[in-house]
């Protein structure tokens, strides 16, 4: 089996179990996708979700974020950790997207990742998400996934990315990532791969290797 054809049963196979493909953040517009993306580093979703609420309420938009305390956002995001490094992000963000975009969250990878903090994982997630393009979101646990499933041996993210990109049909690909991920969490974890019951595990090259 060829990576193309590993990659096209894959994403059938994980879009019939995971039929809904949704990002774990919880967000209303594209400026709080980034924002909660930032804040998800080396932090779970789940708290994410807990502190974003009192954040956009005081600091809905760019502009508003952009004239914030640093004080107070760090307040606010204390419990995410690195809290001091990413408030500082958030409010360069703010500023970023104010002054150079015109209020408005760029939707290329290209500028997101000019902003503060911003990096490919985050900018993929935000023109896959929120703009429909193409996308390849590389965190741990979709690398994890691909390089045991057999799809790339490379473990450096934007290897990852650049290497699946060309796997997958672009269509698929950001949805495929969520699913990649969510399989990730409940059957393929890090600790121990429950193979018995993984519905990749007739493709799989880790399972299959003779």
Known sequence: MTKKERATKAVELLKAEYPTAICSLNYTDPFQLLVATRLSAQCTDARVNMVTPELFKEFPTAEKMANAELSKVEELIKTCGLYKTKAKDLIEIGKGITERFGGKVPDTIE???TLSG???K???LVVGDVYGKPAVVTDTHFIRLV???GLTKQKEPFKVEKELKALLPEDESNDFC????????AVCTARHAFCEKCVLNKICEKVNVK
């Open 178 to 185: 969520h699913r990649t991920v969510l399989h990730g969490r």
């Open 147 to 149: 390089n045991r499933i």
């Open 122 to 124: 985050t900018a993929n």
């Open 111 to 113: 500028e997101l990742i």
């Open 118 to 120: 911003v990096g490919r």
